[in-house]
T-cell receptor, first 109, second 115 residues
Framework: GDSVTQMEGPVTLSEEAFLTINCTYTATGYPSLFWYVQYPGEGLQLLLKATKADDKGSNKGFEATYRKETTSFHLEKGSVQVSDSAVYFCALSGNKFYFGSGTKLNVKP | NAGVTQTPKFQVLKTGQSMTLQCAQDMNHEYMSWYRQDPGMGLRLIHYSVGAGITDQGEVPNGYNVSRSTTEDFPLRLLSAAPSQTSVYFC??????????????FGPGTRLTVT
């Protein structure tokens, strides 16, 4: 069946460091892929999405490219800020929604 | 639009009590779902609905009931609360599950503690 696997956290970075959070998926058909962010005490918010292979989703300096050949959708940001500290979820939408287990990011000043 | 709203924000129950968590959306979305979030376990799907009058079980449905009498509302009922149901509950909605291209919108969550 469909599934999403993302790197375990927590990930701790210094401000202005480069961020990569790995996400791979298994799916039949052609799912859409998403990254959600959850700030402390809040619900999940859509960060970015890609609906077909080679699409690049981007928002707030974050980017992810839908790679069908490697079944990946890694999240990247060139320079993280303390305000980016949150939990990040990779997800896919096929016949159902599937979420990864979440990766906690801590950014230190 | 208010988006997805949930009430209450916090709730404490005693073992054996019942209650209903409310969820409403004003986006005319067909698909609605309930998740629970526990530390280290991500999101787990409890129940979902693809339209008024249609519901189905998710990954962890035991101890919960749902109904969908209108497009807007999707309440979650705890029949007899147990400490294992202590969790944060999120309601979400999506325009459609067909063809599966649409993102979900999440409510702010309900933090439930069962003592």
């Amino acid at each position: 069946g469909d599934s999403v696997t993302q790197m375990e956290g927590p990930v701790t970075l210094s401000e202005e460091a480069f961020l990569t959070i790995n996400c791979t998926y298994t799916a039949t058909g052609y799912p859409s892929l998403f990254w959600y962010v959850q700030y402390p005490g809040e619900g999940l918010q859509l960060l970015l999405k890609a609906t077909k292979a080679d699409d690049k989703g981007s928002n707030k300096g974050f980017e992810a490219t839908y790679r069908k050949e490697t079944t990946s959708f890694h999240l990247e940001k060139g320079s993280v800020q303390v305000s980016d500290s949150a939990v990040y979820f990779c997800a896919l939408s096929g016949n159902k929604f599937y979420f990864g287990s979440g990766t906690k990011l801590n950014v230190k000043p | 639009n208010a988006g997805v709203t949930q009430t209450p924000k916090f709730q404490v129950l005693k073992t054996g009590q019942s209650m209903t968590l409310q969820c409403a959306q004003d986006m005319n979305h067909e698909y609605m779902s309930w998740y629970r979030q526990d530390p280290g376990m991500g999101l787990r799907l409890i129940h979902y609905s693809v339209g008024a009058g249609i519901t189905d079980q998710g990954e962890v449905p035991n101890g919960y009931n749902v109904s969908r009498s209108t497009t807007e509302d999707f309440p979650l009922r705890l029949l007899s609360a147990a400490p294992s149901q202590t969790s944060v509950y999120f309601c979400a909605s999506s325009y459609s599950m067909v063809p599966g291209r649409y993102e979900q919108y999440f409510g702010p969550g309900t933090r439930l503690t069962v003592t």
